[in-house]
């Protein structure tokens, strides 16, 4: 049941507060009923449903009791191939309830959501926020077993053996593995602490931005924007207040390369942020953590105390804040709604963020990769970067690479990369789908794979699922457009319900009741889609049955009816059946 | 070149759509210099008694007998097209469509303000079965043509027929089909 809380310890506290609020409650409650939302409202001179649209707005947040330990199982492609289903099963087994329930005891909770970052150790799932990597059917019977004899999250974790690095830290303490499998020489150099900030700060700002421009660093979050020019933008900008905020959402699926920079390079991104706010004249900053890597906080807290001591980051308030459970969090307008306490709705662009951010004021989005590229600039000059790459994309770029390869992990490769070279490295046997760049990237097939992973050729944000022979395209395609189903934030029509459309296609498809006109509808509305949608999420949504339509097309037109049809299977007896049986005295 | 021959039918439809048929207003006139009438409730012709080039199917499909008729309608004419919002999506009916047979049968026949103590769901076999929930009637039947609106405007009817007659295409004005 759902506890009571005193709620008067939050009298005062600013709206920006709201979402560390609601995570407290969450999680000292179990949820965040009506009652307890009047309640908060009250004490923060707020309406009840502004606290209302925010709590409902997050996955992780619940107005129902979700238990005294809340189970959150991964549903991407990647765990399902590794056999969630019979995950899922043993874990509803032993709980004695299902996937949306509380356990027959009452107090434990099984959820499922989305990917989790963990897709090199598959199949997950987050239990009280601790990963669970590597899950199977024996482990599950422990863990249900433990939770109910009392025994905390942590410390079951540590009963399967903590990982490799810092994951075995005091600070973190978890299963999880690093899974580097390809090291570079950009990223993996030995960090001497303070070397890029010194280094920044015996320059003039200008002569900084200078150096990240003549590198070539363009941002690895996705959409490769010149992070130099950002920066430029934001130095000559007069404010009185402006902001630097690190991306560390990572919610594409397959993606888990910031997981890796989080856990063993958090200094080199503090000082990266640190050299970002001393180019742009920035006092403050945020280090904006997925909820699903809450395991890492105290990790990067530690490390940010760490520096502050060593004076390495005077004049620069740093701090980590939560999200939620939102992958549309990670669109940079989005993520700054919910740095303000508000519903992750992306805004109108223009203006961007870098004009009018956070709390209306200049504020510097990058991505966790790009700060820590921004720190080796300035510790090995712009050459470093410069002298790797392709014309138009410089530099290293770290793949999350997982799926059917024999070592799924992380890869440091120069841009410019093809993909066959990727597959042969990473051990990729009988290789048939590769998708770039997550379920918002594209669908290639074998005909591809001499392209290059190149802004100019295949962008991607670091995620690289492999699919073999055995895999179905349909069952793939299903999982990704049920993704963006659940992860539109519902604020534009043509995302909102596009999408819906587009699965239901898909589905229409897949069954084999599809008639060739539906293929065109496919495109159709995938174009209206992706041209009409407000933000990058629906704008990119339908590119993976755009692109998967033309590298499979054989595969699509074989699920096809036949045209001349005038009459369709509908199926009366069907149909009339509930009709039928229904008697009424 | 002899008359082209139309018919019409509702479904589960109000008649709105059919109304909307009339409204063409003079245009009729020419209309019927063009074009003879077969079944339809217009000529109050029962059983198709000829090919028909022209089919308009007003409502959707809410019992195993909207399913018959739809199917002799494309049995019998060369071009179907869905007129109105309840034959495209099911319409106004097909707010039914999340509730249960039962649930909706017992608000419809018991629970009503008007009803004065009847417990009485008829059900005989004389009387079509229900089907589970209201359908579009592109689910159960190819559909050649969508027209759009609730009911679609007597122009919006008048251009689709004028081109199809014409032998051409029909494209329907975008202010003919903005509502807001
Ligand atoms: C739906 C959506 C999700 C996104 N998720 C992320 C993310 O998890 N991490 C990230 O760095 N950028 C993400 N982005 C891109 C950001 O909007 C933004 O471009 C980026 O953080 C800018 O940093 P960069 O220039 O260093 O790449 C996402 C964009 C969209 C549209
Ligand atoms: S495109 Fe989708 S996620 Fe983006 S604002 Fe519109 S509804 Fe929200
Ligand atoms: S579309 Fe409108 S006018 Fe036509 S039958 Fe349905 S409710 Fe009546």
Redo the contacts between chains.
């Keep these: 049941m759902q506890q009571a809380m005193d709620l008067t310890r939050y009298k005062g506290r600013q709206r920006s507060e709201l979402i560390e609020i609601l995570w407290d409650i969450q999680k000292s409650c179990g949820g965040i009923s009506k009652q307890l939302q009047s309640s908060l409202a009250e004490q923060l001179n707020l309406s009840t449903s502004t606290i209302e649209e925010v709590v409902t707005f997050y996955h992780f947040f619940s107005e129902e009791y979700r238990g005294k330990n809340q189970i959150y199982l991964d549903t991407s492609i990647i765990a399902q191939h590794r056999g969630m289903k019979e995950i899922r099963e043993t874990f509803e087994k032993e709980l004695g309830s299902k996937i949306g329930g509380l356990s027959s005891c009452g107090t434990i909770g099984l959820f499922e959501t989305a990917c989790i970052g963990m897709s090199d150790q598959s199949p997950a799932a987050l239990i009280d926020f601790v990963p669970f990597p590597k899950l199977t059917p024996k482990k599950v019977e422990i863990i249900v077993k433990e939770l109910k004899a009392g025994v905390s999250a942590k410390e079951i974790a540590k009963k399967f053996g903590l990982g490799d690095g810092a994951n075995a830290s005091k600070f973190v303490r978890t299963p999880v593995c690093n899974n580097i499998q390809k090291k570079g020489d950009v990223f993996f150099t030995k960090w001497k602490k303070g070397e890029a900030v010194s280094s920044a700060l015996s320059k003039k700002p200008n002569e900084v931005i200078d150096m990240i421009t003549a590198s070539g660093l363009r941002g690895r979050g996705g959409a490769g924007f010149p992070t130099g020019m950002k920066w430029k933008i934001a130095s000559e900008l007069s404010a009185d207040q402006k902001y630097i905020v690190c991306n560390a959402d990572e919610g594409e699926p397959g993606t888990f390369k910031d997981r890796l920079l989080l856990t063993e390079f958090a200094g080199l991104l503090i000082e990266g942020m640190k050299v970002a706010s001393y180019a742009v004249g920035a006092d403050k900053g945020f280090i904006y953590l997925r909820a699903e890597y809450f395991y890492l906080r105290d990790h990067l807290e530690k490390q940010i105390k760490d520096l502050e001591s060593k004076g390495l980051l005077k004049d620069f308030k740093l701090k980590v804040k939560m999200g939620a459970g939102a992958y549309v969090c990670g669109e940079e307008s989005a993520l700054l709604e919910s740095l303000e306490g508000k519903r992750g709705e992306p805004r109108m662009k223009p203006p961007f963020p870098v004009e009018v951010g956070l709390f209306g004021k200049p504020t510097i989005v990058n991505n966790v990769e790009t700060f820590v590229l921004a720190a080796q600039v300035m510790r090995y000059g712009p050459q470093h970067l410069n002298k790797m790459g392709t014309e138009k994309s410089k530099g290293p770029r770290l793949l999350s690479i997982s799926g059917d390869v024999e070592k799924p992990g992380i890869y440091e490769f120069p841009w410019g990369v093809t993909v066959a070279e990727v597959l042969k490295i990473c051990g990729a046997k009988n290789p048939k789908i590769v998708q770039v760049g997550g379920p918002s990237g594209t669908c290639i097939s074998k005909n591809d794979f001499v392209r290059q992973l190149a802004f100019e050729d295949l962008p991607t944000g670091g995620s690289f699922m492999v699919f073999d022979e055995s895999r179905d395209l349909f069952e793939i395609l299903e999982n990704f457009m049920q993704f963006f189903v659940d992860e539109s934030c519902g604020n534009c029509t043509p995302c909102r319900a596009g999408n819906v459309i587009l699965r239901d296609l898909l589905k229409k498809i897949n069954l084999g009741k599809a008639?060739p006109s539906d293929l065109q509808k496919m495109i159709d509305w995938g174009t209206l889609v992706s041209k009409t949608s407000r933000c990058g999420l629906g704008m990119s949504s339908p590119n993976v049955l755009l692109t998967s339509f033309k590298s499979f097309e054989d595969e699509f037109k074989n699920k096809i009816k036949n045209s001349d049809?005038?009459?369709?299977d509908?199926d009366?007896e069907?149909?009339?059946?509930?009709?039928?049986e229904?008697?009424?005295e | 070149m002899g008359k082209k021959v139309i018919s019409t039918v509702s479904l589960a439809g109000c008649f709105g759509c059919h109304m909307s048929v009339l409204d063409i207003d003079l245009k009729l006139l020419d209309l019927v210099e063009l074009v003879e009438f077969n079944r339809s409730p217009l000529t109050d012709i029962k059983t198709f008694t000829k090919k028909v080039d022209i089919g308009l199917i007003e409502g959707g499909c809410c019992n195993a007998e909207n399913v018959e008729v739809l199917r002799e309608f494309r049995k019998n004419c060369d071009i179907l097209i869905s007129l109105g919002e309840c034959a495209v999506m099911g319409g106004l009916p097909a707010l039914r469509n999340h509730l249960s047979l039962e649930e909706c049968l017992e608000e419809a026949y018991c629970n009503v303000p008007t009803n004065k103590g009847n417990k009485i769901i008829p059900k005989h076999e004389d009387l079509p079965e229900l089907l589970d929930r209201v359908y579009p009637c592109h689910e159960v039947v190819k559909i050649d043509y969508f027209l759009p609106g609730c009911p679609p405007s007597g122009d919006v009817i008048w251009s689709a027929l004028a081109a199809l007659l014409n032998g051409d295409e029909p494209k329907i004005a975008k202010h003919l089909i903005k509502y807001d």
């Design positions: 008639r049809e005038l009459f369709f509908f009366e069907k149909a009339t059946k509930e009709y039928r229904f008697h009424r």
